[in-house]
């Protein structure tokens, strides 16, 4: 029969400790036959008698004496581990691993930092932005930030926040160049592209046209792999950009930007935060994970409702017929 030799020792050291099986069996929450089977087993296992027994007595055999002064410095190291290990789970302290896409932290993340960092001061965040798809396990992710679609690789996943993708420009760009009236449009006009983090290729974009998505490869004359260079090219009114909705929103509502072609929006991607296990997370990634919840699910302010994107588009009777403007 199988032993666990683990348990068995730890059942062997409780009785020596109580001087009883029955009282060692209650403190370890088993059954004083299974106390007594455990060290009937051990005995067997080592081929020595640990203790003289009977039915109202027990006590150390020479053999017993030994192996106990040699098991309990072992045994008290793996109590303090796992009391460590219990301690750490609980405490609002230690090192908080994060993964999160490049061109969503500053505007959607780091807001949750802030507010976490004020409330726990005593975790220490460490903060990995990539904009590819890493592996959580060899990253010893604690807390992970997914745009786009889920992330795959046994995580748990959450949907928070819808993306948009909207394209618009600056008011001057558009006194200079006028507005396009359709996706065919952006052919005659400056448009910026985002390099692909993994193939380093401009990514095309993408158009609600019906119930379909539908790509279309964007020939930039502004190009980088950095979301907010890309909208300050487009705030400086040097390109027509598609932007996500919580990089273009404020923008949108403050007046620095315009939103076109509103029919089109996109909407099918979205942000996730993933992590490990639903159980046995320790709670400083619990706390964290609650609060991201807490503070984007479904957060208004990263969204741009079908009216702010009428109300703010361009004025139809202002706008210029579209023209390829000078390279």
Not at 5 to 22: D, P, T, Y
Not at 265 to 276: K, M, N
Request: glycine share 8%; hydrophobic share 45%; net charge positive.
């Amino acid at each position: 029969m199988a032993i666990n030799e683990l348990r068995a020792i730890a059942n062997f050291a409780k009785a020596a400790e109580l001087g009883s099986l029955r009282q060692a069996a209650a403190a370890q929450g088993i059954t004083p036959q299974a106390s007594s089977q455990l060290l009937v087993q051990l005995e067997s296992h080592l081929g020595v008698r640990l203790f003289h027994r009977t039915t109202r007595s027990l006590s150390l055999t020479e053999e017993g004496r030994q192996f106990l002064a040699s098991a309990q410095p072992g045994l008290a190291t793996l109590q303090h581990a796992v009391q460590g290990a219990r301690r750490g789970r609980e405490e609002m302290a230690g090192p908080l691993r994060i993964v999160a896409p490049r061109s969503i932290l500053l505007e959607v993340i780091w807001p949750v930092l802030d507010e976490f960092c004020r409330r726990h001061p005593l975790v220490e965040p460490d903060v990995q932005l990539d904009d590819r798809i890493g592996n959580w396990v060899e990253d010893r992710v604690d807390v992970g930030f997914r745009s786009g679609y889920p992330p795959e690789g046994g995580v748990v996943a959450r949907r928070l926040l819808t993306l948009q993708l909207i394209v618009c420009a600056a008011p001057a760009y558009i006194a200079r160049h006028g507005a396009p009236a359709s996706i065919d449009d952006l052919a005659l006009h400056r448009c910026s592209g985002f390099r692909h983090a993994s193939t380093g290729k401009p990514m095309p974009w993408e158009f609600q046209v019906g119930d379909d998505i539908v790509a279309r490869t964007i020939h930039p004359t502004f190009c980088t792999n950095d979301i907010e260079a890309e909208a300050r090219a487009v705030l400086g009114g040097h390109a027509v950009g598609q932007l996500v909705g919580p990089t273009a929103a404020p923008l949108v509502r403050s007046g620095q930007l315009v939103p076109l072609l509103p029919q089109h929006v996109a909407q099918h991607l979205a942000l996730y935060v993933y992590y490990g296990s639903r159980t046995a997370l320790p709670a400083r990634v619990r706390a964290f994970i609650d609060l991201a919840v807490e503070m984007v699910a479904n957060n208004p302010a990263h969204l741009l409702t079908p009216r702010e994107l009428a109300t703010h588009g361009p004025a139809v009777q202002k706008k210029p017929r579209a023209r390829k403007p000078t390279q």
